[in-house]
């Protein structure tokens, strides 16, 4: 069977079965549409919450970029988990606890200020705004490659495909969509994995695989990977530091409290019947998650060997006449020169893949000094022995250009991997860019319909009229969504920063300080999330234009790019925390004390034990 017809078939009964379930679990009151009934069971939710957290980013770009970053790629690995493990120990079961629907009405509640609660509101509707847009991209990257679509097109199905099961299904449709979406995600990710290291390394096991020797060789596969890519001038793949020390640190902890503070995963912890149920399906997302995580550092690792192996022979990978990928060991055990005329594939006897991919724009090819062949290497390398090997070559700069986003999606056709496991990868991307939309979607309708309609403007809201709100609220949110997938306001990675930021800087500090001072006032808390947002914004501007317009960047103003001790605006989250729990406490010394009956609630909160199910007001 063709590719073209796997892909339709893997893709198409995966949307059935979202759609399927989600007519099957359909929402039909405010309980089920926020938190699914409060009845999730924690395994359950645990798989939800993974696929509910392992977006478009983590499946299709976190690999990309430890693929190029090597050893500073691991800032996301972990800054992602780590983050779920202070959700597990410090937030969780105390939010739990509270037994409310959203974060927001928790920052309300405990802060005694409606204020402080529309504020929460303002910066979870721009962190999950923001965050969505990279869903969406990815949607239509993965629609446009695998299915013969536009990116346009691409998005408008999965804009539909989202309306179905999340807009009539809720919580409830969108928690058991997200578990059937995992177990593609994962299926996607490992098999392909699977089928890589074994050719590689003959292990198996990926994780095991990439401490190896390659195939036939007493070579370790991360020793010949360090080689080559040394050789081609870039930076070493074991060793390579995101920035300096004090950025790969910041970079890190802004990852893991945004990760804690991203209000579409904290809710999922509402959905389960008892406080030790949500710490429990916080181990099980753990347990979950970790197996995309760990697998992760290998897919990179082997897909760079494997891209790099297909346009220069002198590597050492090689397609097998029986099919997939073999190693040449003679010439892995040869470290042959990679700038020889000889080790670069010609343009013409480009696979397969290298064409489809050259279609998306994503992969580019430039025969810059007009030899007709693929020369691949770090033109901007301050290694000597590289400029001379290029120069003495004939060459005149790198000629191909290579997206970091394609790197998972493309693996398997780099690897010539049967056609079904290419379409499984295809039906993966598109589960865990869907499944993270749906839970952000689902946040930002529960923020407008719960916390603002009802939280502030009509408080008497009937139940009925509060679930029509929450629908409409959900199918705007897809239309805005959309449109900004469309017309991104700058690249995902801009975007994702400052969603991290956002939740970073303002929703991680009031929460913990919520829930561990007695001291914080609502005034503290709501300078607090003013300050932490403003200072975040404004170095993430500084770099990135203000709302990502190319041209409005003012790096002048602020003394130049990464100005703050080397710290990039993707780490800037953590500065952006400490200025929230500074001003906090600042402000809160110097206003009225807490009432006795919030520090009350607060101490009723830290003992988590005899929580109901979770309730609206």
């Known amino acids: 069977m063709s590719l073209q017809l796997w892909t339709y078939l893997v893709v198409g009964l995966t949307f059935a079965t979202y759609i399927g379930i989600a007519v099957w679990s359909r929402a039909g009151s405010t309980s089920d549409f926020y938190v699914a009934g409060g009845g999730v069971h924690p395994v359950t939710n645990g798989m939800a919450t993974a696929a509910d957290w392992m977006s478009a980013a983590s499946f299709i770009s976190m690999a990309g970029l430890i693929s190029n970053m090597g050893y500073g790629g691991a800032v996301f690995l972990m800054g992602w988990t780590g983050g779920y493990v202070l959700l597990a120990c410090l937030l969780a079961p105390y939010l739990r606890k509270f037994g409310k629907f959203t974060v927001p009405e928790f920052i309300g509640d405990r802060y005694y200020s409606k204020t402080a609660r529309n504020v929460g509101v303002i910066c979870l509707l721009v962190a999950s705004i923001t965050y969505i847009i990279g869903q969406m991209t990815g949607v239509g990257v993965t629609f446009s490659r695998f299915l013969g679509v536009s990116s346009d097109m691409g998005i408008y199905i999965g804009m539909a495909i989202v309306f179905a099961y999340a807009v009539f299904g809720g919580m409830k449709g969108i928690t058991y969509t997200q578990v059937a979406q995992y177990v593609v995600l994962i299926l996607a990710y490992l098999v392909p994995a699977f089928f890589i290291s074994l050719a590689l390394t003959g292990n198996v096991i990926p994780q095991l695989g990439l401490g190896s020797d390659l195939k036939g060789t007493d070579v370790a596969l991360l020793a010949k990977l360090d080689q080559v890519v040394r050789d081609l001038g870039f930076a070493e793949y074991t060793t390579a530091v995101a920035g300096n020390k004090l950025n790969m640190f910041f970079y890190t902890v802004s990852l893991m409290i945004g990760t804690a503070g991203l209000p579409h995963v904290i809710v999922r912890f509402f959905t389960v019947p008892k406080v030790s149920d949500a710490r429990s399906s916080a181990g099980w997302a753990l347990v979950f998650i970790a197996l995309l995580y760990t697998t992760a550092p290998a897919v990179g690792g082997m897909a760079r060997l494997n891209l790099i192996g297909t346009v220069n022979t002198a590597v050492g990978v090689e397609p097998d006449p029986a099919g997939g990928i073999r190693v040449n060991a003679e010439r892995v055990k040869a470290n042959a020169d990679l700038f020889a005329a000889e080790a670069a594939l010609p343009y013409e006897q480009r696979p397969d893949w290298f064409k489809r991919w050259e279609k998306t724009g994503l992969l580019k090819f430039e025969d810059k000094n007009g030899d007709g062949r693929i020369q691949f290497y770090n033109d901007k390398s301050a290694n000597p022995d590289v400029k001379a090997k290029a120069e003495a070559a004939g060459l005149k700069g790198n000629e191909l250009t290579v997206n970091a986003d394609i790197i998972v999606l493309a693996n398997p056709e780099i690897a010539l991997l049967p056609n079904w496991v290419i379409a499984l990868v295809a039906a993966g991307g598109l589960a865990a860019a869907l499944s993270t939309a749906a839970g952000l979607l689902l946040a930002i309708s529960s923020a407008i319909s719960h916390d603002l309609i009802k939280g502030a403007i009509n408080p008497n809201i009937s139940e009925k009229n509060e679930l029509l709100a929450g629908k409409i609220a959900m199918a705007g949110a897809i239309v805005v969504a959309g449109y ?134």
């Open 484 to 617: 900004l997938g469309l017309n991104p306001p700058g690249f995902a990675a801009g975007t994702v920063a400052l969603a991290f930021g956002i939740a970073a800087s303002t929703i991680f500090p009031a929460l913990m300080m919520g829930i561990f001072s007695k001291k914080v006032t609502g005034s503290g808390a709501v300078a607090g999330m003013l300050a932490g947002l403003f200072v975040t914004l404004f170095y993430v501007f500084a770099h990135k234009g203000i709302f990502f317009v190319k041209g409005t960047e003012y790096l002048d103003l602020i003394g130049g790019a990464n100005s703050f001790f080397g710290v990039t605006p993707e780490a800037f989250g953590t500065v952006g925390a400490i200025v929230n729990f500074v001003v906090a406490f600042a402000v809160s010394a110097v206003s009225k004390p807490v009432p006795a009956d919030i520090q009350e609630l607060v101490e009723s909160v830290r003992v988590p034990k005899g929580a109901g199910s979770a309730v609206a007001h």
